[in-house]
């Protein structure tokens, strides 16, 4: 028994009709080919690669501690067998053999083709006795900025729903059950892109087997049980392929969220290295996700005259720890991705282009239609502000509201801090709040509300730290009630019910409703957390907040353009001096305890060995010293002039509050502008004095700590 895998070649590649095989193939050249005996009911020819016998890679390793170690070294073959049929049109398929699927073109066979051959043979209730409980293991991936790919498996064969998946959020990629028809199918078959089984076929019934998959893959019987999986379909259209690509490289070109850089299938991690594009192999990051696409491209000079061709030219690389293979993506195949053409949406997954189905995307925008906008006012945007900055002005605005920005909290059973939300008010309601509609922010943004709901319905540990927090702000910012939305007896539970879960978007919306402005990704990941929600009990609201109007905007953000770049540096000043601050006071303990050893020392080689380590830490503290000597001469240099021009910026601020054109709300939301501005502006006042005295009481502390050492060393 021969267990066989076969892919379905695709009949036309970017408008090119795939008549021969070699066109399926991506490169002919390392191959070595063999025909087929010229009796067989078929056409077909066989390619084969094989390899340099050469050692793992992990031979090497070994063999610095193992004298006369003598591991031998091997080949790899990888197979493609194709083979023609006749069936309404010349049909080409394609076997693979060890790694003969990476021989293939990544473009050239049909996508899910397997699948739905084996959803048809699997839930074939014409065959015999059907069995529900007949899948062995699913492949699924969540249509997500953030794509979870997951493989689940049974111990012993289950329905379909045992496996979890979510039909209105996974996209089924892989299926493995028992056929009810095992003399023709096997013990097992599985699908894919292509399908795989375990039967008895010889070498001349191959054509045979191929018009047999062609009969069951024009079956509809997947579509009872199954017809989700149409919900998005693969573009063959060149000319809407050919738009898209362009929407790709412009998207690149400008740095736009909507497109990413993933692994495009598991991968066991641990066996890899790091990982590089083939364009420019000195650039190396950890994962992908961590990979600045548009400015390694910019860097090489590539990102002008960037192209689709070039996209699928260049390779992902990583090389594995344990053999001298690697893993190589088309770059193309690596990118996710939104877009939409000319009213209809599309993503890019593995470098192919979706389609969403009309009646999906219908029935996900009614949704989000659906939902309600949060009867709390919140400020517009006055300009592009920072997402802080927003928070802290539009809680001052309103006595009802608790700023609860950054404040986070940890719990035991999760590897990170959680936050409990932007902002709290009196009546429960837990608004969390993000800038602009990147989906990966949107993404973020969403978890963190169902994150932090969950946590305060179910942990005990998690409201309780919630408390003291609450408690904590109420007492820093005068405000108070917002502690008594908890039960009077303590944190012993919540009732869902009585509170809020809403989600802030500040956005230029230009007139668009949720639905039309999200990005397909981020409707998905906001229903899934919505239903979530509202499973636990809580209600849900959503609140679209606009920036003010443009000519105003655009005036406030030239004001913000010439505040940013000196605030931002002052204040990394600032943060630069604390750590080193912190840096320098861990050195003085370590000095002094090195010092009082001294001073009992009698080995002339521990001596000389300690007085080495002390100079070696003097003179980091004397660096350390000279950076905050630097940081703080920015600060003295640049703060007063910073604070002297943002007094000129006040009156165009002032000026701009006035003007009759803009509402009550955007005049109030200016006004709350000034009040944190200014607020800014004696804190910065404050902490240069303060930077400058505590520098000079350390400066003294060193001094003593260095007079000290050397009395000891020279006594």
Request: with cysteine; charged share 30%.
């Amino acid at each position: 028994m021969q267990p066989l895998t076969v892919y379905k070649i695709r009949h036309y590649v970017n408008g090119e009709e795939i008549t021969e095989f070699e066109q399926a193939l991506k490169d002919t050249e390392p191959l070595e080919s063999y025909n087929i005996r010229s009796d067989l009911p078929f056409e077909g020819r066989l390619f084969l690669q094989i390899t340099d016998p050469r050692p793992p890679a992990w031979a090497a390793f070994l063999a610095e501690g193992i004298e006369d170690l003598n591991i031998p070294e091997i080949e790899r073959v990888s197979g493609v067998l194709f083979v023609k049929i006749y069936r309404d049109y010349n049909q080409i398929f394609a076997f693979t053999f060890g790694h003969g699927r990476y021989l293939l073109r990544p473009d050239c066979f049909e996508i899910n083709y397997g699948l739905r051959v084996a959803l048809n043979v699997l839930y074939d209730k014409l065959s015999g006795d059907f069995q529900p409980e007949c899948i062995k293991s699913v492949g699924s991936k969540t249509l997500a900025r953030n794509t979870i790919r997951t493989q689940r498996q049974t111990d012993r064969r289950g329905t379909f729903e045992t496996f979890g998946v979510d039909t209105k959020r996974d996209f089924l990629q892989a299926v493995t059950g028992a056929p009810i028809s095992s003399e023709k199918w096997g013990s097992r078959i599985s699908g894919s892109d292509g399908v795989s089984i375990n039967s008895t076929v010889s070498f001349e019934g191959l054509g045979d087997l191929c018009r047999v998959i062609t009969q069951m893959y024009s079956q509809e019987t997947y579509l009872e049980n199954f017809g989700w999986i149409d919900n998005w379909q693969d573009i063959k259209d060149p000319v809407i392929l050919e738009e898209l690509q362009e929407m790709l490289v412009d998207a690149i070109k400008t740095g736009s969220n909507n497109v990413t850089v993933t692994v495009p299938e598991f991968v066991e991690w641990d066996g890899l290295s790091e990982f590089y594009f083939s364009f420019d192999p000195g650039i190396r990051f950890a994962d992908p996700e961590d990979a600045d696409l548009r400015g390694a491209l910019e860097q090489g000079g590539k990102l002008e005259k960037l192209s689709v061709n070039q996209l699928r030219r260049w390779r992902v690389v990583t090389d594995t720890v344990d053999s001298n293979e690697s893993y190589k993506w088309p770059l193309f195949r690596c990118l996710i991705g939104d877009f939409t053409l000319k009213g209809s949406e599309y993503i890019l997954s593995e470098g192919k282009f979706f389609e969403i189905q009309q009646e999906f995307l219908e029935e996900l925008n009614s949704f989000i239609e659906s939902l309600d906008v949060t009867e709390h006012n919140l400020l517009v945007s006055p300009g592009d502000i920072e997402e802080g900055k927003y928070n802290r002005i539009a809680a001052k605005s309103n006595d009802s509201y608790l700023l609860l920005d950054t404040k986070t909290v940890r719990v035991d059973d999760m590897t990170t801090p959680i936050e409990i939300c932007d902002i709290l008010t009196a009546d429960g309601c837990f608004i969390h709040v993000k800038r602009n509609l990147a989906s990966s922010k949107l993404s973020h943004l969403f978890a963190q509300g169902s994150v932090s709901a969950d946590l305060l319905l179910m942990s005990k540990e998690y409201r309780t730290a919630v408390l003291k927090k609450i408690r904590e702000e109420e007492r820093a910012s005068g405000k108070s009630g917002f502690s008594d939305l908890f039960p009077p007896s303590g944190p012993d539970g919540i009732t869902p019910g009585k509170y809020k879960v809403s989600y802030a978007i500040v956005a230029k919306w230009k007139n668009r409703d949720l639905a039309t402005a999200l990005p397909f990704f981020s409707k998905i990941t906001l229903r899934k957390h919505v239903e979530d929600l509202r499973r636990m009990g809580y209600r849900v609201s959503v609140a679209p907040i606009e920036y003010m109007e443009k000519a105003t905007s655009d005036s406030l953000n030239d004001i913000y353009s010439g505040w940013r770049g000196t605030h931002r540096e002052i204040v990394g000043a600032h943060k630069k001096i604390e750590k080193e601050k912190k840096d320098i006071l861990s050195l003085i303990k370590r000095i002094s305890k090195k010092v009082d050893e001294l001073v009992s020392m009698t080995d002339s080689e521990k001596i000389s060995k300690t007085l080495s380590e002390i100079d070696e830490m003097i003179s980091s503290l004397e660096e350390k010293i000279d950076s905050i000597n630097v940081n703080i001469k920015y600060i003295c240099g640049n703060s007063p002039k910073f604070l002297e021009d943002r007094d000129e910026d006040y009156k165009e601020l002032n000026r701009l509050a006035g003007e009759e054109s803009l509402t009550e709300d955007e005049k109030f939301a200016l006004h709350m502008l000034l009040e944190e501005c200014k607020e800014e502006d004696e804190d910065l006042r404050r902490k240069m004095g303060e930077q400058e005295r505590s520098f000079q009481e350390l400066k003294n502390d060193v001094q003593t700590l260095i007079d000290r050492y050397n009395e000891v060393k020279n006594p």
